[in-house]
T-cell receptor
């Protein structure tokens, strides 16, 4: 079975500070990993994904994540937070191979303070 | 290019009634996914349709059903509504069946059951 744990339901940073959102996964098969962002009253937008290949993945809006198999982690980072980054972030895992459902973590709400 | 559209935006029903939610995928996308985002339960996979066939189903009772039409649009039906069915229902579409293809999400339909 696959599962995702996001450490910290709320994270607060100052504008310009490093953003670090933590995600650990559990999977019995090589995972496909995703980070999505949800702004208020909107659907989800894909930030980045890891399928195969390079373990450091760059996404939109300056975000990146590193797949670490030994740590079963896929943490999301951004060097300098902007006010517009305030949103809820979801980490998700899938096994592919006809099982395309995304299994989401509980989400982390990011607040950015001036 | 138009994104995934969902209708209605809001839906209010009484316990025991039936609800019908609609989704139009991005032009050219053949796969449609349904997810439920309920307070306290997070995002959960409901159904996956591709080329008119149900490909995968989440852990939901049979009163949650759906279909995909020849134009790839999709309908989610919830029968015998219960209070706990109140949630945001998100539809997503992708170009093909491989998990590497991004799932693009619509803005959702907020279902309230009273």
């Amino acid at each position: 079975a696959q599962s995702v744990t996001q450490l910290g339901s709320h994270v607060s940073v100052s504008e310009g500070a490093l953003v670090l959102l933590r995600c650990n996964y559990s999977s019995s098969v090589p995972p496909y990993l995703f980070w999505y962002v949800q702004y208020p009253n909107q659907g989800l937008q894909l930030l980045l994904k890891y399928t195969t290949g390079a373990t450091l993945v760059k996404g939109i809006n300056g975000f990146e994540a590193e797949f670490k198999k030994s740590e079963t982690s896929f943490h999301l980072t951004k060097p300098s937070a902007h006010m517009s980054d305030a949103a809820e972030y979801f980490c998700a895992v899938s096994r592919g191979g006809g099982y395309n459902k995304l299994i989401f973590g509980a989400g982390t709400r990011l607040a950015v303070h001036p | 290019e138009a994104g995934v559209t969902q209708s209605p935006t809001h839906l209010i029903k009484t316990r025991g009634q039936q609800a019908t939610l609609r989704c139009s995928p991005i032009s050219g996308h053949t796969s449609v996914y349904w997810y439920q985002q309920a307070l306290g339960l997070g995002l959960q996979f409901l159904l996956w349709y591709d080329e008119g066939e149900e490909r995968n189903r989440g852990n939901f009772p049979p009163r949650f059903s759906g279909r995909q039409f020849p134009n790839y649009s999709s309908e989610l039906n919830v029968n015998a509504l219960e209070l706990e069915d109140s949630a945001l229902y998100l539809c997503a579409s992708s170009w093909g069946t491989a998990i590497a293809y991004e799932q693009y999400f619509g803005p959702g339909t907020r279902l309230t059951v009273t």
